[in-house]
Protein backbone atom coordinates (compact mmCIF):
# COMPACT_ATOMS: atom_id res chain seq x y z
CA UNK A 1 0.00 0.00 0.00
CA UNK A 2 1.39 3.39 -0.86
CA UNK A 3 0.63 6.72 0.99
CA UNK A 4 0.01 8.49 -2.62
CA UNK A 5 -3.02 5.86 -3.45
CA UNK A 6 -4.86 7.24 -0.28
CA UNK A 7 -7.39 10.18 0.33
CA UNK A 8 -7.30 10.15 4.10
CA UNK A 9 -5.71 13.11 5.09
CA UNK A 10 -4.39 11.78 8.66
CA UNK A 11 -2.81 8.80 6.71
CA UNK A 12 -1.59 10.88 4.32
CA UNK A 13 -0.58 13.19 6.52
CA UNK A 14 2.10 11.40 8.47
CA UNK A 15 5.71 11.13 7.51
CA UNK A 16 7.00 8.81 5.68
CA UNK A 17 8.54 6.84 8.34
CA UNK A 18 5.71 6.86 10.98
CA UNK A 19 3.86 5.80 8.05
CA UNK A 20 6.18 2.71 7.02
CA UNK A 21 5.41 1.65 10.72
CA UNK A 22 1.77 2.17 10.73
CA UNK A 23 1.33 0.23 7.45
CA UNK A 24 1.34 -3.03 8.20
CA UNK A 25 -0.90 -2.59 10.89
CA UNK A 26 -3.27 -0.53 8.93
CA UNK A 27 -6.03 -3.25 6.94
CA UNK A 28 -7.96 -2.45 4.24
CA UNK A 29 -12.31 -2.60 5.16
CA UNK A 30 -15.35 -2.18 2.81
CA UNK A 31 -17.99 -1.13 4.96
CA UNK A 32 -22.02 -0.94 4.20
CA UNK A 33 -24.25 2.13 4.90
CA UNK A 34 -26.12 1.39 8.29
CA UNK A 35 -23.38 -0.95 9.86
CA UNK A 36 -22.67 -0.97 13.25
CA UNK A 37 -19.14 -0.73 13.86
CA UNK A 38 -19.18 -0.14 17.49
CA UNK A 39 -21.31 0.46 20.46
CA UNK A 40 -22.23 3.08 22.93
CA UNK A 41 -20.65 1.81 26.65
CA UNK A 42 -17.76 0.11 24.78
CA UNK A 43 -14.27 0.27 24.23
CA UNK A 44 -13.28 0.33 20.66
CA UNK A 45 -11.34 -2.16 19.11
CA UNK A 46 -10.28 -0.40 16.06
CA UNK A 47 -9.69 3.20 14.76
CA UNK A 48 -10.91 3.59 11.81
CA UNK A 49 -9.50 5.79 8.71
CA UNK A 50 -12.11 6.63 6.31
CA UNK A 51 -11.69 6.47 2.44
CA UNK A 52 -14.78 6.75 1.02
CA UNK A 53 -17.27 5.79 3.56
CA UNK A 54 -18.38 8.44 5.80
CA UNK A 55 -18.86 7.43 9.48
CA UNK A 56 -21.47 8.85 11.86
CA UNK A 57 -20.83 8.81 15.27
CA UNK A 58 -24.37 8.63 17.55
CA UNK A 59 -25.75 9.69 21.17
CA UNK A 60 -27.90 7.17 22.00
CA UNK A 61 -30.73 8.03 24.64
CA UNK A 62 -32.03 4.72 26.61
CA UNK A 63 -35.42 5.20 25.38
CA UNK A 64 -33.87 4.33 21.95
CA UNK A 65 -33.45 7.85 20.12
CA UNK A 66 -30.34 8.65 19.08
CA UNK A 67 -28.54 11.18 16.85
CA UNK A 68 -25.35 11.88 15.29
CA UNK A 69 -22.84 14.10 16.89
CA UNK A 70 -20.14 13.81 14.43
CA UNK A 71 -19.31 12.85 11.16
CA UNK A 72 -16.28 11.49 9.77
CA UNK A 73 -14.99 10.65 6.38
CA UNK A 74 -11.91 11.21 4.43
CA UNK A 75 -10.96 14.15 6.54
CA UNK A 76 -10.56 12.32 9.77
CA UNK A 77 -10.59 9.34 12.14
CA UNK A 78 -12.88 7.52 14.08
CA UNK A 79 -11.58 6.60 17.93
CA UNK A 80 -9.99 10.01 18.49
CA UNK A 81 -10.95 9.60 22.33
CA UNK A 82 -9.63 5.73 22.30
CA UNK A 83 -6.73 7.11 21.37
CA UNK A 84 -6.39 9.99 23.90
CA UNK A 85 -7.81 8.19 26.50
CA UNK A 86 -8.93 4.87 27.89
CA UNK A 87 -12.34 5.41 28.67
CA UNK A 88 -15.54 3.68 27.24
CA UNK A 89 -17.19 5.04 23.81
CA UNK A 90 -20.39 7.44 25.02
CA UNK A 91 -21.53 6.83 21.41
CA UNK A 92 -22.38 4.25 18.63
CA UNK A 93 -19.73 4.29 15.34
CA UNK A 94 -21.86 3.78 12.25
CA UNK A 95 -22.02 3.96 8.69
CA UNK A 96 -23.56 7.05 6.86
CA UNK A 97 -22.47 5.83 3.28
CA UNK A 98 -20.38 2.77 2.36
CA UNK A 99 -17.57 2.43 0.99
CA UNK A 100 -13.33 1.92 1.76
CA UNK A 101 -11.71 2.44 5.02
CA UNK A 102 -8.84 1.46 6.76
CA UNK A 103 -8.64 0.34 10.20
CA UNK A 104 -6.06 -0.87 12.67
CA UNK A 105 -6.67 -1.98 16.09
CA UNK A 106 -6.74 0.71 19.12
CA UNK A 107 -3.89 -1.22 21.46
CA UNK A 108 -1.58 -1.71 18.14
CA UNK A 109 -1.85 2.02 17.28
CA UNK A 110 -1.56 3.16 21.01
CA UNK A 111 1.74 0.97 21.24
CA UNK A 112 3.16 1.54 18.42
CA UNK A 113 2.69 4.96 16.37
CA UNK A 114 1.59 7.02 19.24
CA UNK A 115 5.20 7.99 20.47
CA UNK A 116 5.91 9.53 17.40
CA UNK A 117 5.67 13.74 17.77
CA UNK A 118 4.48 13.81 14.04
CA UNK A 119 1.21 11.63 14.82
CA UNK A 120 0.67 13.30 18.07
CA UNK A 121 0.71 16.87 16.18
CA UNK A 122 -1.49 15.54 13.75
CA UNK A 123 -3.87 13.80 15.96
CA UNK A 124 -4.41 16.66 18.34
CA UNK A 125 -5.11 19.41 15.39
CA UNK A 126 -7.96 16.33 14.40
CA UNK A 127 -9.13 16.49 17.76
CA UNK A 128 -9.73 20.35 17.90
CA UNK A 129 -11.52 20.26 14.56
CA UNK A 130 -13.61 17.22 15.99
CA UNK A 131 -14.59 19.08 18.93
CA UNK A 132 -15.36 22.42 16.92
CA UNK A 133 -17.83 20.09 14.85
CA UNK A 134 -19.52 18.96 17.80
CA UNK A 135 -19.51 22.20 19.96
CA UNK A 136 -20.78 23.71 16.71
CA UNK A 137 -23.58 21.29 16.12
CA UNK A 138 -24.89 21.48 19.64
CA UNK A 139 -25.31 24.42 19.49
CA UNK A 140 -27.27 24.35 16.14
CA UNK A 141 -29.62 21.91 17.38
CA UNK A 142 -30.54 24.21 20.14
CA UNK A 143 -31.18 27.45 17.91
CA UNK A 144 -31.91 26.16 14.02
CA UNK A 145 -34.36 24.50 12.28
CA UNK A 146 -35.02 21.24 11.01
CA UNK A 147 -34.42 22.08 7.89
CA UNK A 148 -31.39 24.40 8.31
CA UNK A 149 -29.81 21.58 10.23
CA UNK A 150 -30.82 18.87 7.51
CA UNK A 151 -29.14 21.41 5.13
CA UNK A 152 -26.09 21.11 6.86
CA UNK A 153 -26.26 17.68 7.40
CA UNK A 154 -26.06 17.49 3.97
CA UNK A 155 -23.73 20.08 2.88
CA UNK A 156 -21.17 17.70 5.51
CA UNK A 157 -21.88 14.73 3.70
CA UNK A 158 -21.03 16.15 0.54
CA UNK A 159 -18.35 17.51 1.44
CA UNK A 160 -16.88 13.73 2.08
CA UNK A 161 -18.27 11.85 -0.65
CA UNK A 162 -17.76 11.99 -4.23
CA UNK A 163 -21.15 11.02 -5.75
CA UNK A 164 -24.13 13.95 -5.93
CA UNK A 165 -26.27 11.25 -5.22
CA UNK A 166 -26.72 9.39 -1.80
CA UNK A 167 -29.19 6.49 -1.08
CA UNK A 168 -30.70 7.70 2.35
CA UNK A 169 -34.41 6.38 3.51
CA UNK A 170 -35.93 9.68 5.16
CA UNK A 171 -36.45 7.47 8.28
CA UNK A 172 -32.24 7.22 8.23
CA UNK A 173 -32.45 11.08 8.05
CA UNK A 174 -34.35 11.56 11.34
CA UNK A 175 -32.09 9.38 12.95
CA UNK A 176 -29.00 11.29 12.14
CA UNK A 177 -30.76 14.92 13.23
CA UNK A 178 -32.53 13.44 15.86
CA UNK A 179 -36.08 14.57 14.58
CA UNK A 180 -39.18 13.07 13.97
CA UNK A 181 -39.68 11.33 10.64
CA UNK A 182 -42.57 14.01 9.96
CA UNK A 183 -40.14 16.35 10.10
CA UNK A 184 -37.38 15.41 7.49
CA UNK A 185 -40.71 15.03 5.11
CA UNK A 186 -41.99 18.93 5.79
CA UNK A 187 -38.36 20.22 5.30
CA UNK A 188 -37.13 17.89 2.10
CA UNK A 189 -39.96 18.96 0.59
CA UNK A 190 -39.60 23.13 0.96
CA UNK A 191 -35.65 22.12 0.15
CA UNK A 192 -37.16 19.89 -2.99
CA UNK A 193 -39.61 23.27 -4.15
CA UNK A 194 -36.39 25.50 -3.96
CA UNK A 195 -34.63 23.59 -6.04
CA UNK A 196 -31.71 22.82 -3.96
CA UNK A 197 -32.44 19.05 -4.05
CA UNK A 198 -34.31 16.22 -5.32
CA UNK A 199 -35.79 13.08 -3.67
CA UNK A 200 -37.15 9.73 -4.96
CA UNK A 201 -37.33 6.38 -3.75
CA UNK A 202 -34.41 6.86 -1.17
CA UNK A 203 -32.22 8.86 -3.55
CA UNK A 204 -30.97 12.19 -2.43
CA UNK A 205 -29.42 14.37 -4.91
CA UNK A 206 -28.06 17.33 -4.43
CA UNK A 207 -28.87 20.17 -7.55
CA UNK A 208 -28.19 23.31 -6.45
CA UNK A 209 -25.52 23.23 -3.47
CA UNK A 210 -25.31 26.91 -3.87
CA UNK A 211 -29.10 27.40 -2.86
CA UNK A 212 -28.49 24.11 -0.25
CA UNK A 213 -26.09 26.53 1.96
CA UNK A 214 -28.27 29.60 1.74
CA UNK A 215 -30.95 27.47 3.41
CA UNK A 216 -28.45 26.04 6.25
CA UNK A 217 -27.67 28.59 8.63
CA UNK A 218 -24.12 29.93 9.83
CA UNK A 219 -23.01 26.40 10.96
CA UNK A 220 -21.93 25.17 8.17
CA UNK A 221 -19.43 27.88 7.43
CA UNK A 222 -17.63 26.88 10.39
CA UNK A 223 -17.64 23.67 9.91
CA UNK A 224 -17.13 23.11 5.81
CA UNK A 225 -14.49 20.56 5.41
CA UNK A 226 -11.03 22.49 4.67
CA UNK A 227 -12.45 25.75 5.90
CA UNK A 228 -11.04 25.24 9.22
CA UNK A 229 -8.02 26.63 10.07
CA UNK A 230 -6.31 23.43 10.86
CA UNK A 231 -3.15 22.93 8.80
CA UNK A 232 -1.94 19.19 8.46
CA UNK A 233 2.14 19.32 8.34
ZN1 LIG B 1 -26.91 25.88 12.80
Known sequence: MMKEMLT???LTGLRDAEFERLMPLLQPVSLSAGERLSEAGETMRFIYFPESAVLSC??????????????????GMAGITAVVGSLPAVNSL???VGGSALRVSTDDFK???????GV??????????????????????????????????????????????????????????????AGVT??????????AISYRRGNLRV????????????CYGTLAVGRQQTTYM
Open 186 to 195: VAAGAMQDAG
Open 207 to 218: NDRQMLEMIACE
Open 8 to 10: NKI
Open 120 to 181: QQLLLAYAAEYITQISQRSACAVFHTTEQRFAVWLLLLMDRVKDEVIQITQERIAEHLGVRR
Open 58 to 75: QAEMQDGKSAEVGIIGFE
Open 111 to 117: REILRGD
Open 94 to 96: NVS
